[in-house]
């Protein structure tokens, strides 16, 4: 269930370009999910996108490019589900947004392009999704999106939440802090 938030300058994304913008990032978001082109998958992928007017975005003090790289200024948000991905599947984000820009917007020869396209994406502490007037936990996106629970990167969640569990109770948290997998128990965890 990740959520993209492009904001972008005023004027760059004209024509066609936010329309493939928003199909290259859809297919990103679905990478993101395992490549999860489902019904449900393709439901929880959203794009949205904010033109910044050229007076309201400013770097190094200035509102021109004296300090901005080409194809020139983007932030772009990432908002995905704590525990879903690990580094390597973060950098795999970074460089696939980043590639769409510059792709779409720039010269993808020249090395250069995309230092001031930046991408950060958040970990929403599981508990605070929600759809439909209900928390919704990671193991039901991963059904609603037809990601298996069986297979490797499932099993990464369980050994990531597992191990939050075990630092959450040592100093005795509450069962019901949150930021837990509250479908499946610590044992059940523990013995995936």
């Known amino acids: 269930m990740p959520v993209l938030q492009v904001y972008y300058p005023q004027g760059s994304l004209q024509g066609g370009r936010k329309a493939a913008l928003a199909q290259r990032l859809t297919d990103v978001l679905l990478m993101m999910e395992g490549g999860?082109?489902?019904?449900?998958?393709?439901?929880?992928?959203?794009?949205?996108?904010?033109?910044?007017?050229?007076?309201?975005?400013?770097?190094?003090g200035r509102t021109d490019a004296t300090y901005v790289a080409p194809p020139g200024k983007f932030l772009i948000r990432v908002d995905i589900p704590e525990g879903y991905m690990n580094r390597s599947h973060k950098s795999d984000v970074h460089a696939a947004v980043n590639k769409a820009i510059v792709d779409l917007t720039g010269d993808p020869s020249d090395p250069k392009?995309?230092?001031?396209?930046?991408?950060?994406?958040n970990d929403v502490t599981e508990g605070n999704w929600g759809a439909r007037g209900r928390t919704i936990s990671l193991a039901a996106i991963a059904d609603s999106v037809g990601l298996a629970k069986?297979?490797?990167?499932?099993?990464?969640?369980?050994?990531?939440?597992?191990?939050?569990?075990?630092?959450?109770?040592?100093?005795?948290y509450p069962p019901d802090t949150g930021g837990l997998l509250p479908s499946e128990s610590e044992a059940e965890v523990r013995s995936a």
Not at 43 to 59: I, K, N, R, S, Y
Not at 113 to 121: D, R
Not at 150 to 172: D, S
């Open 36 to 60: 999860a082109k489902t019904p449900g998958g393709m439901a929880f992928a959203a794009v949205l996108f904010t033109e910044v007017p050229a007076t309201d975005w400013w770097v190094g």
């Open 113 to 121: 392009q995309g230092a001031s396209v930046l991408v950060i994406v």
């Open 150 to 172: 069986t297979g490797e990167r499932f099993k990464w969640v369980r050994n990531y939440f597992a191990a939050k569990a075990r630092q959450f109770g040592a100093p005795g």
